[in-house]
């Protein structure tokens, strides 16, 4: 254990952020611990080390703090975290501190919660599909094991129901292999975080679940370390214990809003729309700790949810997580003002994994087919649904007709359905057929006609 150094310099306290003068030895991500006056202790996180200067993160906060009387002691070790199995079914602060009631967790271990990079060489392709139960999710835009695949939403659009449900109801395909949720929720308000507590409690789910819920009255500075405490605990059970982990965290935009603030108070130069530059270097640090590393039995698979300001889906924060991830699944204003739910827009979701991980042995053989056939038919629906709301449907023929006739039971009995519904894979694809049949066989212009002999259920020929 290095020995620690208690500084009384602090020159400057600017939001989250103070300065202490006189040290020459601070290391970057090294943990401080500032004594307040009245006995208390914050812990922080050196941010910054020049020549006789640090520049350290307060994830408390720095109210109350006096520069003439308080104190900051480094430790000269980087911030880590006590990871073991009992912590499934736990509920944590979002800073790892226990608020279910139970006592500390008994360590297996410490981790680094800055995680290690994979080494690229080692990582293994993602091919295993991941089962959702949701049809829009598992039939067009497959989430494959070991992917990151982000959800797009908007402000007041279903997205916490989505996240549950999907916690809920996720598992590995044809396999008995070990499956964990680890859900990081970073600014909700009480009330959502009694909705997710109520939700993985009374399903069941929380018995393969870990929990980090940062409350919206929590330090905001707090947010920055929660995705990492999570990732931690799914780096842990993933590649230590040998289970498949999905990694669920919401919201990414109130974790960008906390850099923005850090990045404010250490008066850096911004970027677009205030945010600091370096933040898609930030969040690639986040989302690049998903994958499958070879020779380890173990997965970490990324849902991370965020959501758009003014459903403007080029904000910094979607258009930066689109470059980083395999695709993005996009929650639709109109769709929830129908009544779908969930309201996914399958037309500009995409899994760009999802070859790899569908077909024969994985889920169906006809699976790829009938998703391209469906986002044909749908896309041609929409098409016609905006020329008929211009010029009426009189020049419509019969075949455009069935178009519209399956846009409207795509979006009510495809895309939609009850909250408490899964769906298994052979019910999903099921449920596509009795949609597709509805059209003349030679309209299904993307399907090999083998799976048209076998699973064409309509009567026209």
Same mark, same amino acid.
């Given at each position: 254990?290095? &020995?620690?150094?208690?500084?009384?310099?602090?020159?400057?306290? +600017?939001?989250?952020?103070?300065? =202490?003068?006189?040290?020459?030895?601070?290391?970057?991500?090294?943990?401080?611990?500032?004594?307040?006056?009245?006995?208390?202790?914050?812990?922080?996180?050196?941010?910054?080390?020049? $020549?006789?200067? +640090?520049?350290?993160?307060?994830?408390?906060?720095?109210?109350?703090?006096?520069?003439?009387?308080?104190?900051?002691?480094?430790?000269?070790? &980087?911030?880590?975290?006590?990871?073991? $199995?009992?912590?499934?079914?736990?509920?944590?602060?979002?800073?790892? %501190?226990?608020?279910?009631?139970?006592?500390?967790?008994?360590?297996?271990?410490?981790?680094?919660?800055?995680?290690?990079?994979?080494?690229?060489?080692?990582?293994?392709?993602?091919?295993?599909?991941?089962?959702?139960?949701?049809?829009?999710?598992?039939?067009?835009?497959?989430?494959?094991?070991?992917?990151?695949?982000?959800?797009?939403?908007?402000?007041?659009?279903?997205?916490?129901?989505?996240?549950?449900?999907?916690?809920?109801? +996720?598992?590995?395909?044809?396999?008995?292999?070990?499956?964990?949720?680890?859900?990081?929720?970073?600014?909700?308000?009480?009330?959502?975080?009694?909705?997710?507590?109520?939700?993985?409690?009374?399903?069941?789910?929380?018995?393969?679940? =870990?929990?980090?819920?940062?409350?919206?009255?929590?330090?905001?500075?707090?947010?920055?370390?929660?995705?990492?405490?999570?990732?931690?605990?799914?780096?842990?059970?993933?590649?230590?214990?040998?289970?498949?982990?999905?990694?669920?965290?919401?919201?990414?935009?109130?974790?960008?809003?906390?850099?923005?603030? =850090?990045?404010?108070?250490?008066?850096?130069?911004?970027?677009?729309?205030?945010?600091?530059?370096?933040?898609?270097?930030?969040?690639?640090?986040?989302? %690049? /700790?998903?994958?499958?590393?070879?020779?380890?039995?173990?997965?970490?698979?990324?849902?991370?949810?965020?959501?758009?300001?003014?459903?403007?889906?080029?904000?910094?924060?979607?258009?930066?997580?689109?470059?980083?991830?395999?695709?993005?699944? =996009?929650?639709?204003?109109?769709?929830?003002?129908?009544?779908? @739910?969930?309201?996914?827009?399958? #037309?500009?979701?995409?899994?760009?994994?999802?070859?790899?991980?569908?077909?024969?042995?994985?889920?169906?053989?006809?699976?790829?087919?009938?998703?391209?056939?469906? @986002?044909?038919?749908?896309?041609?629906?929409?098409?016609?649904?905006?020329?008929?709301?211009?010029?009426?449907?009189?020049?419509?023929?019969?075949?455009?007709? #069935?178009?519209?006739?399956?846009? %409207?039971?795509?979006?009510?009995?495809?895309?939609?359905?009850? $909250?408490?519904?899964?769906?298994?894979?052979? %019910?999903?694809?099921? /449920?596509?057929?009795?949609?597709?049949?509805?059209?003349?066989?030679?309209?299904?212009?993307?399907?090999?006609? $083998?799976?048209?002999?076998?699973?064409? /259920?309509?009567?026209?020929?």
């Amino acid at each position: 254990m290095p &020995p620690l150094r208690e500084f009384q310099s602090v020159v400057r306290v +600017a939001g989250p952020i103070l300065a =202490v003068s006189g040290i020459d030895d601070a290391g970057y991500n090294e943990v401080v611990q500032v004594l307040l006056p009245d006995g208390s202790i914050r812990a922080g996180q050196v941010l910054e080390s020049r $020549k006789g200067m +640090a520049i350290v993160m307060v994830f408390g906060g720095t109210r109350d703090l006096d520069c003439d009387i308080t104190a900051v002691r480094f430790t000269g070790r &980087p911030l880590t975290m006590p990871v073991s $199995k009992d912590m499934l079914g736990r509920i944590f602060s979002g800073s790892a %501190e226990p608020i279910d009631g139970g006592g500390s967790v008994v360590p297996e271990k410490e981790m680094e919660i800055s995680g290690y990079a994979i080494n690229p060489t080692r990582r293994e392709f993602p091919e295993d599909c991941i089962e959702t139960g949701i049809s829009a999710i598992d039939g067009m835009n497959t989430l494959v094991r070991g992917q990151k695949l982000p959800v797009f939403s908007g402000s007041g659009l279903p997205h916490s129901m989505l996240a549950a449900q999907i916690t809920r109801q +996720a598992r590995v395909r044809g396999t008995d292999e070990s499956f964990a949720v680890v859900f990081a929720a970073m600014g909700i308000t009480h009330e959502e975080a009694r909705f997710f507590i109520h939700e993985f409690s009374e399903t069941g789910a929380r018995a393969h679940a =870990v929990l980090f819920l940062n409350r919206a009255d929590d330090p905001a500075i707090e947010r920055i370390i929660t995705p990492r405490l999570a990732l931690t605990a799914a780096e842990y059970l993933a590649f230590d214990c040998g289970m498949h982990v999905l990694v669920v965290m919401q919201d990414i935009t109130a974790y960008c809003e906390a850099l923005r603030e =850090v990045s404010a108070a250490r008066e850096e130069i911004p970027a677009r729309r205030g945010y600091p530059g370096y933040m898609y270097t930030d969040l690639a640090s986040l989302y %690049e /700790r998903a994958g499958r590393v070879k020779g380890r039995p173990g997965s970490i698979t990324q849902l991370p949810i965020l959501s758009m300001p003014d459903d403007d889906i080029t904000h910094p924060v979607p258009d930066l997580t689109g470059y980083i991830t395999e695709g993005q699944i =996009v929650l639709s204003r109109e769709l929830h003002r129908k009544g779908v @739910y969930p309201p996914i827009d399958v #037309l500009p979701c995409l899994s760009r994994l999802m070859q790899g991980g569908i077909g024969e042995g994985r889920t169906r053989s006809d699976h790829a087919n009938v998703s391209s056939q469906l @986002y044909a038919a749908y896309a041609r629906g929409r098409r016609l649904a905006g020329l008929v709301a211009v010029i009426g449907d009189e020049g419509l023929t019969d075949v455009d007709r #069935l178009y519209l006739l399956f846009l %409207e039971r795509f979006e009510r009995e495809f895309v939609g359905q009850r $909250k408490d519904e899964g769906r298994s894979f052979d %019910e999903t694809l099921d /449920r596509a057929w009795d949609l597709l049949s509805i059209f003349p066989k030679v309209e299904l212009r993307r399907i090999d006609p $083998k799976y048209i002999e076998q699973y064409y /259920r309509g009567e026209i020929g």
